[in-house]
């Protein structure tokens, strides 16, 4: 349930984040963020046309990657990007919580600087093809707990110290802070976490997939070690029935809670709704996607999932560390 909300969560947030960052598609280090001085940008450089605007900068997104997928739609972008955050902080909230009285921190905490050789060789094995033996229920290995260790304890908090950075009310309230960790290089430092985030979003995928689906989606979403559909099932019904959030379409149209042109809200739900990036006209189908059986937030109760040997060990970062053949570094290049 936990990990699903937070699937869920963060398509819409990196959605949205994606859909502000592409109203002003340039990063900055410093304040000065005159033109040419950006070091990324997903534009041309700033023309020496005196009538260029910041509206010209903004450039446009498919509708099935940014939310809402309208160019110049930050409004209603920063709508759902900080509203999303709150539900986000707070399962995070809840998440940090839970790890701390299970007892589960020690499986994605190293505790051992072993951790750094082991990771190595388990990355060797991963780029020689030759994959370490999976054994996730029991414990990561020390790749994989580097890698949910950052994301836990670096990237995500990193993401709301600098959204909160970005905020021109605590920017002008804390000027002794703000005028080194300015406004446009936590804007960069956020961008950078969204990095982190799809990377990590994109391996971990994958090795969901390749590594023994069922058994995997066991693991998170039943809470158990078998290889039947439970798992499976069980997000399928989170989902509600495929018709969610993660088959990249909208639990709920986009338009903002008040105002706006009639004309304009029909056409943002249109674009949204995963249809070509139109801004024109409505769209048919937006009916179908409106109205979703909500019975699929009772999930099948997880039992949860028992303490592995490596949380008793003497020595959990080696035990969590290094799988059955990561401990004897591949052979392999
Ligand atoms: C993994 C989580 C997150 C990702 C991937 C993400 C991504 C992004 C991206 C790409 C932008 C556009 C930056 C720009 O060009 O200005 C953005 C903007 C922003 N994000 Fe996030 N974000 C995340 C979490 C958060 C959280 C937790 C907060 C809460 C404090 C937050 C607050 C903001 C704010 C305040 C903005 C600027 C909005 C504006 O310009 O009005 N973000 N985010």
């Given at each position: 349930m936990q990990h699903f909300f937070n699937l869920f969560l963060l398509i819409f947030i990196i959605r949205s984040g994606i859909q502000i960052l592409s109203d002003h598609p340039r990063l900055y280090w410093t304040r000065h963020s005159t033109p040419g001085r950006d070091w990324f940008r997903i534009q041309k450089p700033v023309p020496a046309d005196p009538l260029w605007t910041a509206k010209k900068d903004s450039i446009s997104l498919p509708g099935q990657v940014g939310l809402p997928g309208i160019r110049h739609s930050?409004?209603?972008?920063?709508?759902?990007?900080?509203?999303?955050?709150?539900?986000?902080?707070?399962?995070?909230?809840?998440?940090?919580?839970?790890?701390?009285?299970?007892?589960?921190?020690?499986?994605?905490?190293?505790?051992?600087?072993?951790?750094i050789p082991n990771a190595v060789s388990v990355l060797i094995q991963y780029l020689s093809?030759?994959?370490?033996?999976?054994?996730?229920?029991v414990a990561y290995n020390s790749l994989q707990l580097i890698a949910y260790f950052i994301t836990i304890f670096i990237a995500a908090p990193l993401a709301f110290v600098t959204g909160l950075g970005?905020?021109?009310?605590?920017?002008?309230?804390?000027?002794?802070?703000?005028?080194r960790f300015s406004i446009q290089l936590a804007r960069s430092l956020h961008f950078l976490v969204l990095v982190w985030?799809?990377?990590?979003?994109?391996?971990?995928?994958?090795?969901?997939?390749?590594?023994?689906?069922?058994?995997?989606?066991?693991?998170?979403?039943?809470?158990?070690d078998a290889t039947d559909w439970v798992g499976f099932r069980g997000l399928r019904r989170l989902d509600g029935g495929g018709r969610g959030g993660l088959g990249g379409g909208h639990p709920i149209h986009v338009a903002p809670p008040a105002g706006g042109a009639a004309g304009r809200l029909r056409a943002d739900r249109?674009?949204?709704?995963?249809?070509?990036?139109s801004s024109t006209r409505p769209r048919a189908s937006t009916a179908r996607k409106t109205s979703r059986p909500t019975s699929?937030?009772?999930?099948?109760?997880?039992?949860?999932r028992s303490t592995?040997?490596?949380?008793?060990?003497?020595?959990?970062?080696?035990?969590?560390?290094?799988?059955?053949?990561?401990?004897t570094p591949s052979s392999s290049p």
């Open positions: 930050i409004g209603l972008a920063r709508w759902w990007h900080l509203g999303v955050d709150t539900l986000w902080l707070l399962n995070g909230a809840v998440f940090y919580v839970l790890l701390f009285t299970t007892g589960h921190w020690r499986h994605v905490v190293p505790t051992s600087w072993s951790v093809l030759q994959w370490p033996v999976e054994s996730g229920w970005m905020s021109p009310a605590l920017s002008t309230r804390f000027k002794p802070i703000s005028r985030f799809l990377f990590f979003i994109t391996i971990h995928v994958t090795l969901v997939f390749t590594t023994g689906l069922l058994g995997n989606l066991n693991h998170i979403y039943a809470g158990r249109a674009g949204a709704n995963g249809s070509s990036n699929g937030t009772t999930a099948s109760t997880p039992t949860r592995p040997p490596c949380s008793t060990g003497t020595s959990p970062t080696i035990g969590c560390g290094s799988t059955a053949s990561s401990s």
